[in-house]
């Protein structure tokens, strides 16, 4: 294992932040795995999960059983992890700037397309280094401004070139779920079956810039752009890329974070990264991919103190009641009802909210959204 640290740009003097990644394995020996935790810093799951993670990778790499390279971040965000505000974590949103960390990563497809569209051949996989290198030679150039820019460089220099992602995060409250792009759900699939995913949300583009779609979107992209200028040549999909939600905040504990542990290492044991002699079937899945313009987010009309009637992983039919937001100044309660059938994967740890705020989440089996697909 190799471990480096990751100067980020100064922001202040005498102060610097530094992002850490562990590598194992040989780079260029077979297929590179990325994987990163709490982008969102207050997300702490997977920082857990990558504790327990870490050793299983030592103890593959000491007796050969690396075939081709791992990097792991178990801290990808440490601007947002040492932010606080009245002893409360803000790891979502930059202070300085109220940027999302997971939002506004760059459009590689525009970036590289002049670059790569008359170098394109008949060998798909030379196709992929090409485009590789363009997005090494974007970075390269790439000069950061600020410290969060930094941020976003570096993750992006770990991550550009491999061949799948996890990035992952969690929800307030809630289930185990997966966002992932259409074109990387087929190479995904085994993963989001052995950790156990009660709800998974696919889109083409949700919208908003987040790095595992800034990752995997510039393949599919490219490949609409050549194609739209009459070039045909062959363009893989070079990265698969998944955000995964280890339940809700709350859930930390070496319980939970050594079975996810275990699943990320039994799915690389899957597609053959870590040759262990064991190679696990895939579980059988708990649920069906639904669209992410399928999913309703539930929001109270008015403000008042929530309780809710359902606890995540729910199973709603249109009509049910999911929460009631109670005045008590006027003594009046507002019921809140599922719009869709569908799992109710995601809620608010809060229970009191002002007028308009998000509720929860039900993953409908129909798209009936459209524009951005994201929260803020």
């Given at each position: ?18 992002l850490t990644s ?207 200028q009459g070039i ?20 930390v504990t070496h ?122």
């Open positions: 294992m190799q471990r480096i640290d990751h100067a980020l740009l100064s922001p202040s003097l005498g102060s610097h932040k530094t562990f590598h194992f394995g040989t780079a260029g020996s077979g297929k590179k795995i990325y994987i990163q935790a709490s982008l969102h810093a207050e997300e702490l799951p997977g920082m857990l999960a990558s504790f327990h993670l870490r050793p299983l990778l030592e103890a593959a790499e000491a007796a050969g059983q690396v075939a081709g390279e791992i990097v792991l971040v178990p801290v990808s965000n440490p601007i947002g992890l040492a932010q606080r505000v009245d002893h409360k974590p803000m790891g979502r949103f930059e202070l300085d700037t109220s940027e999302n960390f997971n939002r506004h990563y760059p459009d590689f497809a525009k970036a590289v397309l002049p670059v790569v569209q008359d170098k394109m051949g008949p060998d798909g996989a030379a196709n992929v280094a090409l485009v590789r290198q363009a997005m090494a030679d974007y970075l390269a150039a790439w000069a950061p401004q600020t410290e969060l820019q930094s941020l976003r460089k570096t993750l992006l220099s770990l991550a550009f070139d491999a061949d799948i992602v996890l990035d992952l995060h969690c929800d307030c409250e809630g289930v185990m779920h997966f966002y992932c792009e259409e074109s990387c759900w087929p190479t995904l699939a085994p993963i989001a079956h052995f950790m156990g995913s009660r709800a998974i949300l696919l889109a083409k583009d949700s919208g908003g810039g987040p790095i595992d779609e800034c990752l995997s979107g510039v393949w599919w992209r490219l490949a609409e752009a050549l194609k739209a045909t040549h062959p363009l893989p999909q070079g990265c698969c890329t998944t955000t995964i939600e280890l339940r809700g905040e709350l859930d319980a939970y974070a050594q079975q996810d542990a275990r699943a990320i290492f039994g799915f690389l044991e899957h597609i053959g990264v870590l040759q262990t002699g064991n190679q696990p079937a895939v579980p059988a899945p708990l649920c069906q991919p639904t669209p992410l313009a399928g999913s309703e987010t539930l929001r109270a009309a008015a403000p008042g103190v929530v309780t809710f009637a359902v606890e995540p992983g729910s199973t709603l039919r249109t009509g049910d009641l999911v929460a009631e937001v109670i005045n008590p100044i006027e003594g009046t309660v507002q019921s809140v009802r599922a719009g869709v059938d569908g799992v109710f994967y995601a809620r608010i740890r809060d229970r009191y909210v002002t007028a308009g705020c998000e509720l929860g989440k039900i993953a409908g089996a129909h798209a009936f959204r459209t524009g951005p697909l994201l929260g803020d």
